[in-house]
């Protein structure tokens, strides 16, 4: 596959009007007859997070990324409860049901990867396909911050961004400290300067970091702190739903705030699946690896056809 440009794409977005009271910023490229997939950023980023998959994948399909509520260019309503995992999966639906789309494949990285489980369960007749990237499924993470004291210890961040911009804005000051722990000191990943200016521009938007921490507040997932004893919920050894679409997992392994152990038993929970690690790549996958996983995708979309669903 030849090197993508993701400057050879026009990554500005249009604004589309949801019935879910949202208006989210959203790129696009290629075929809109050609089968659909949605695209799922996580946080604190944006639909730039497939800069590099958008040109890739729209070679063979209609690739749609928004801008999730709160994020980017997108609305951001006030309130925690304007951020409940429920009307995030309304939002895609109806996302969806903008385009036209009758049925698409999911693809969402790391809090889009949590909600793209949450929404192929929720909605198995519009979800036909699933492809998460360093996203755990809702089970596994609850399981693991209860039992895995390693990886209770590495989720220690959740806690801090349910704090972070609780009261107001953060100054520049602080959001450059934020920048500099997430993508340079912590996860060690590369940003050019032009993506470094774009990502401050975006979080100086007044009430936007207050909006993208509600993703975390709203979070109905337990975190708690290293070392405490904890009641075990149980909800999380109980009958939980199965992944009845095609699942396909790809992982940096280098990731250090969620683990490679929460790949650990998705096979028991999505029959059909393929999971794919990446051993030089840690959490921000898709642009520290794009070409890798703009491969990864399209070999699994081309040999995974979509089934007809069955109720």
């Known amino acids: 596959m030849a090197s993508t440009s993701p400057d050879a794409v026009n990554l500005s977005g249009q604004a589309v009007a949801l019935p879910t009271g949202v208006t989210l910023n959203v790129a ?6 050609a089968p659909a997939l949605i695209l799922l950023h996580g946080f604190p980023e944006s639909h730039r997070t497939w800069r590099h998959q958008l040109l890739a994948l729209g070679l063979s399909h ?3 990324a928004p801008d999730q ?3 980017g260019r997108s609305s951001k309503p006030p309130g925690v409860e304007a951020y409940d995992a429920k009307l995030l999966m309304d939002d895609i639906i109806a996302l969806a049901d903008a385009f036209g789309l009758r049925e698409f494949t999911l693809i969402g990285h790391d809090f889009g990867g949590s909600l793209a489980w949450s929404t192929a369960m929720r909605f198995p007749e519009r979800v036909r396909r699933l492809a998460v990237l360093n996203g755990p499924h809702p089970l596994i993470m ?7 004291p390693a990886q209770r210890a590495a989720a220690q961040h959740m806690r801090h961004f349910r704090e972070m911009a609780k009261d107001g804005d953060l100054t520049d000051a602080e959001m450059a400290a934020f920048f500099q ?3 340079v000191d912590h996860l060690r990943a590369e940003v050019s300067e032009a993506e470094r200016a774009r990502y401050l521009a975006e979080w100086r938007d007044p009430g936007r970091m207050t909006a993208m921490c509600n993703w975390y507040r709203a979070a109905r997932i337990f975190v708690p702190p ?4 904890t009641a075990r919920p149980e909800w999380i050894d109980g009958p939980f739903p199965m992944i009845s679409q095609p699942a396909l997992v790809l992982w940096g392994m280098r990731d250090r705030g969620l683990l490679p152990s929460l790949i650990d038993g998705l096979e028991n929970l ?20 794009p070409e890798e996983v703009s491969r990864a995708l399209t070999a699994w979309l081309r040999r995974t056809p979509i089934k007809p669903y069955q109720s």
């Open 69 to 71: 509520r709160g994020y």
């Open 142 to 148: 609850q399981r693991r911050l209860i039992d895995d």
């Open 270 to 289: 999505a029959p059909d699946l393929t999971v794919l690690r990446f051993p030089d790549a840690g959490h921000f996958l898709p642009w520290e690896a």
């Open 226 to 229: 290293p070392g405490e004893d």
């Open 181 to 183: 722990s997430l993508f």
């Open 62 to 64: 209609f690739v749609i």
């Open 28 to 33: 696009s490229f290629g075929d809109r007859d």
